[in-house]
């Protein structure tokens, strides 16, 4: 396949470099020119396609514009951080590695030395520039570490083609480590695979992994000298942590990475949990190599504990609260805060998650807003597979964090699947319970009492919703009992009212409901949902 027929071949375009060691290089003059913090930050930036008036779209189009949340990112200093560090990573790498360049033929003949003595490959000679050319990225699952990476690399283009030198140059090369393990052999593989992927008409796996002579050290020298016949501008190594599961010594394989980083020039990130920190601890260059070169500290996002003066958490939030496809959006209060704090620890992934389930609730109940407490009911009824890792956040047990922090990620279609199926199944359960059984009116009684009617009303209008028997379903039998309830507008009178006495109330007066809801046409029930004084019906009825 000719270059310009590949969908993921660009032809090059040399842009001059003034940086005295890049100028002149092709690698480095093809890639794309270095921008400033503002167009880094635009670059990073992922939110859905938000517009106030979708909230009056049908529901089952709402359901899924909140799915659009899953890709949600919103690029802090430490976004900007890493971006810059792989630039310049990349760059660095090119030093000294051009087409053609006596250094690259060197590199060709001591990879083929190797491979015709059956033996991995050695680096006699490391120029002084490349000793550090390497680095890491280590934080909890679920902070877009591997989210973020991907979208840096979205705006290099995955292989450029030099027509001069007739060579296919890669950027980027990104690779995961398998959950059950990684080997020599897997590792080799997988560099071998992702570059058939790319180059056109490529079929180095099919060439090496498939003749089963090939031991794992002679199939990494194919992977080697690949990357170097590709120009692979650096190779991402991600959950390094499941290195730890591999069958094959740890230290072999890390030294073997460790070598092919110093002979080729080409740098490695490795990408993973707390637990490979360890892993990486086992030989001493490559610890001394895995830190540094501008790579951030990638930890949870860090709270101020106040909107007025916000931290990475609260800027996270008050950015992700601005995508609200209910019909009475909920404002980002310091309560709100600390509660989606509390539930999930700061991890942007789980906020997310959180949020979006909170909204799909809002809609399938018809409630249209939720509050604090709806948060933490989602936590407890969908995020289940997460909770023991954020309560070993929360505790601080280390030891507990490394055995759950890779658990497998949760998907927001996945999610959404279940709240759908949740909400069927409650609702044909409600639906059962009919005006004359037995339980109707103890459970329509209950949603008044916690609606604050006090014991005997809400019992009586139960009893006369039953007794209409016009209603099915427990959600509707409440809602007619609630309008019983409501006290009768009193008679027009022709007499001059008094002058009313003004009365100032607290900020969190829940006599602020009926005045709210005056002001913007919604009910006060809704208001003293959102601030925390009753609950929503499902919550009621444990549905």
Not at 137 to 156: D, P
Not at 209 to 229: F, I, P, T, W, Y
Not at 354 to 381: H, K, N, Y
Not at 434 to 452: N, S, T, W
Request: charged share 20%; aromatic share 8%.
């Amino acid at each position: 396949m000719h270059a310009a027929q590949s969908k993921v071949v660009v032809e090059a375009q040399y842009t001059p470099q003034r940086i005295p060691r890049y100028s002149g290089n092709p690698l480095i003059e093809a890639l794309p020119p270095s921008v400033d913090d503002d167009t880094l930050i635009d670059r990073i930036m992922v939110a859905p396609d938000f517009d106030a008036e979708q909230r009056d779209w049908e529901t089952h189009e709402r359901l899924q514009m909140v799915a659009g949340l899953s890709s949600f990112l919103r690029p802090m200093e430490r976004h900007v951080q890493l971006a810059r560090a792989f630039d310049t990573l990349i760059r660095s790498g090119y030093v000294g590695r051009r087409p053609s360049s006596v250094e690259h033929v060197r590199v060709f003949q001591n990879l083929y030395e190797a491979m015709q003595a059956g033996r991995a490959f050695t680096a006699p000679y490391l120029p002084p520039t490349e000793e550090q050319l390497s680095s890491r990225v280590i934080g909890m699952s679920g902070t877009g570490k591997t989210t973020t990476i991907r979208r840096i690399f979205s705006w290099y283009p995955p292989v450029i083609y030099h027509r001069e030198w007739h060579c296919y140059q890669i950027p980027y090369l990104h690779i995961e480590a398998p959950h059950d393990g990684l080997s020599t052999k897997g590792l080799a593989a997988s560099i071998l695979r992702k570059i058939d992927q790319l180059v056109p008409d490529a079929d180095y796996f099919g060439m090496h992994v498939n003749n089963n002579r090939n031991s794992g050290e002679l199939l990494l020298n194919h992977a080697a000298r690949a990357m170097h016949d590709h120009f692979v501008g650096v190779l991402v190594v991600d959950e390094i942590q499941n290195l730890r599961n591999a069958g094959t010594s740890k230290q072999t394989l890390m030294s073997a990475l460790v070598t092919a980083s110093n002979e080729l020039g080409v740098p490695i990130v490795f990408v993973g949990t707390h637990k490979a920190s360890e892993l990486l601890g086992l030989d001493f260059r490559q610890g001394r190599r895995s830190a540094g070169h501008g790579f951030p500290t990638w930890s949870t996002f860090q709270s101020s504990g106040d909107l007025t003066n916000p931290g990475e958490w609260e800027d996270f939030l008050l950015e992700l609260f601005e995508y609200q496809w209910i019909k009475t959006p909920v404002i980002l209060t310091q309560g709100m805060s600390n509660t989606m704090l509390a539930c999930s620890q700061a991890v942007p992934d789980i906020a997310i998650k959180l949020f979006a389930c909170a909204q799909w609730r809002a809609m399938l109940d018809r409630s249209e807003t939720f509050s604090a407490a709806t948060i933490t009911s989602v936590f407890g009824a969908e995020l289940e597979p997460v909770k023991r890792m954020l309560d070993a956040m929360r505790t601080g047990d280390t030891q507990a964090l490394r055995a759950y922090e890779d658990i497998p990620p949760l998907y927001l279609s996945s999610l959404l699947e279940d709240s759908l199926a949740s909400f069927e199944g409650s609702r044909q359960r409600g639906a059962s319970v009919r005006p004359g059984d037995e339980e109707f009116i103890p459970a329509v009684a209950k949603v008044l009492q916690q609606a604050g009617i006090d014991d005997e009303r809400a019992a009586w209008a139960a009893k006369k919703v039953d007794t209409a028997g016009k209603v099915t379903g427990v959600a509707a039998g409440a809602e007619a009992a609630l309008a019983l309830t409501k006290p009768r507008s009193p008679a027009k009178s022709s007499k001059k009212k008094p002058a009313e006495s003004v009365v100032t109330l607290a900020p969190d007066d829940y006599r602020h409901a009926i005045s709210r809801a005056k002001a913007d046409g919604t009910t006060a029930f809704s208001h003293l949902i959102t601030m925390g004084a009753a609950c929503q019906l499902d919550e009621v009825l444990g549905l």
